[in-house]
């Protein structure tokens, strides 16, 4: 199965439907870069007006998780992938329509060759920044991916 846009927003309301029912869509995705949107609605605000940081972390997660199961499928090779830690930054409220964009395909190119070359676990962080629609920056999530090549 080709992994797109659309079969990962039929995965979300499958496999995670609080991401998919808070409004969390992918938009585009290639060998290096992943965009996801998530308006601002009732559903996933906060008591301050603004969208609940979870919504956000869905979303960005989902920009890295995504390139990284692409990269898995293209290897051909059984590999299992974890979040293991994140951190965020949070430098605006968010309202609108906020999109989140991780660009940092080739590094998990590298890491998936080494892991196939080492048979070791490999580690990655990749960044999924937000912005609303003013192209102002709300916030930065890191995410560090471990994959490993399954016996």
Same mark, same amino acid.
């Given at each position: 199965?080709? $992994?797109?846009?659309?079969?990962? *927003?039929?995965?979300? /309301?499958?496999? /995670? ?10 938009? #585009? ?10 308006? #601002?609605? %009732? @559903?996933?605000?906060?008591?301050? *007006?603004?969208?609940? %940081?979870?919504?956000?972390? &869905? ?9 990284? &199961?692409?990269? @898995?499928?293209?290897?051909?090779? +059984? @590999?299992? &992938? ?15 329509? =906020? ?7 080739? +590094? =998990?190119?590298?890491? $998936?060759?080494?892991? @196939?070359? !080492?048979?070791?676990?490999? !580690?990655? %962080? /990749?960044?999924?920044?937000?912005? *609303? ?11 560090? %991916?471990? $994959?490993?090549? +399954?016996?």
């Amino acid at each position: 199965m080709k $992994i797109s846009p659309s079969k990962l *927003n039929k995965f979300l /309301l499958f496999k /995670l439907p609080a991401a998919y029912f808070t409004g969390v869509r992918t938009k #585009h995705l290639d060998d290096k870069t992943c965009v996801v949107t998530v308006k #601002h609605r %009732w @559903i996933n605000q906060n008591p301050f *007006n603004s969208m609940f %940081w979870a919504v956000q972390g &869905m979303a960005a997660e989902l920009t890295t998780g995504a390139l990284v &199961m692409k990269k @898995i499928k293209k290897s051909e090779k +059984k @590999i299992s &992938m974890l979040v293991a830690s994140n951190n965020a930054n949070f430098t605006k409220k968010a309202t609108g329509k =906020i999109t989140f964009t991780c660009n940092e395909g080739l +590094k =998990i190119d590298e890491a $998936i060759v080494k892991a @196939i070359e !080492t048979g070791e676990g490999q !580690t990655v %962080w /990749l960044n999924s920044n937000g912005k *609303n629609e003013d192209g102002v920056e709300v916030s930065s999530f890191n995410f560090e %991916w471990t $994959i490993k090549v +399954k016996v």
